[in-house]
């Protein structure tokens, strides 16, 4: 096997276990599900800050987050995306906690379509048929839930549009996963701090030394969110994106098959023509290449 192909290998593997990870995380914030979401996050913020500080410090990158942060418009960004992630995270783990788990998976597959329509929109992205069709498979899927369950999916929605959003912003600010992290984090932390101050003087704190196991589990909500990313930057620098586009379904995936089996939540009928609207319109954008080669081949006559 030359490099090259050992390269790959090993980034496939980094990239599957971040998103297995990511997956089977409901599993631990089940675990916290005593405690409020919106502390859940103020928790997470505050820890991942220090692992990646600490982490960042390690590689000898602390120097090239403060020449970053001289860049106002840069740091603007970084503050929208921040926003968008604790919002995200406070959506997701309320999802858990109040047995909404299989909607929120139907959000992340939905986010690829909803990435596709941010492309187009907002950067002015090639807009083919096919992909107009998924869009509108997507839309399909939404309005099946509102129509058949009477209300509309806004976990769904939430978790999807704002991680969309989120990587929308992102992709603008040029700054590595890790460092724009450590960024995120600490315009955070001052927020997370008062939070967490104001739940200690009123009695609502999570973390209490009487109960030492649910205090380890708060702790590892910073590594928890640190490790999978940077499992996650070490696959991406060494594979396709092709081939990560098609990774990132094993995590709601994984989600789904949780949410039923483990957490007995129902999945309805309008759930099951809600998914096979959405995964057919993945299955059309990633055969997308595949179809305009088949295309070209008629009309040349080949």
């Known amino acids: 096997m030359n490099s090259s192909a050992a390269d790959e290998r090993i980034g496939i593997l980094f990239a599957a276990a971040a998103y297995a990870v990511w997956g089977l995380l409901p599993l631990y914030w089940h675990d916290l599900r ?3 979401p919106i502390q859940v996050t103020a928790w997470r913020v505050t820890l991942t ?3 990646v500080f600490l982490f960042t410090v390690l590689r000898g990158r602390l120097d090239v987050v403060i ?3 001289q860049n106002r418009r840069l740091v603007l960004r970084l503050a929208i995306s921040a926003s968008l992630i604790a919002f995200n995270w406070t959506t997701y783990v309320y999802s858990v906690v ?3 788990l299989v909607e929120a998976s139907l959000g992340y597959f939905i986010l690829p379509l909803i990435s596709i329509a941010l492309g187009v929109g907002m950067l002015r992205e090639r807009f083919s048929r096919v992909r107009l069709v998924g869009v509108g498979l997507m839309l399909t899927a939404v309005v099946v839930q509102v129509v058949m369950l009477g209300h509309m999916p806004w976990i769904a929605l939430a978790l999807a549009l704002s991680f969309g959003f989120y990587g929308y912003v992102r ?3 040029p700054i590595g996963a890790m460092e724009g992290l450590l960024v995120e984090t600490c315009l955070l932390l001052p927020v997370a701090l008062v939070l967490l101050g104001s739940w200690a003087v009123t009695g609502g704190l999570a973390f209490s030394l009487s109960t030492p196991s649910h205090d380890l589990l708060l702790l590892c909500c910073g590594p928890l969110t640190a490790l999978p990313l940077t499992m996650f930057a070490a696959g991406a620098r060494r594979i396709r994106l092709s081939t990560l ?3 990132q379904y094993l995590s709601p995936t994984i989600s789904l098959m949780i949410a039923v089996a483990v957490f007995e939540e129902p999945f309805r009928i309008a759930d099951g023509i809600s998914f096979a ?3 057919l319109g993945l299955a ?3 055969g997308e290449p595949h179809l305009m080669r088949a295309r070209g081949r008629l009309l040349t006559g080949r």
Request: hydrophobic share 60%; aromatic share 4%; net charge positive.
């Open 284 to 286: 059309l954008v990633a």
């Open 98 to 100: 109040s047995h909404q």
């Open 245 to 247: 586009g098609l990774l």
């Open 34 to 36: 005593s405690v409020p």
């Open 49 to 51: 800050a220090v692992v």
């Open 277 to 279: 609207c959405v995964w």
């Open 67 to 69: 020449a970053h942060l």
């Open 171 to 173: 992709k603008l600010a």
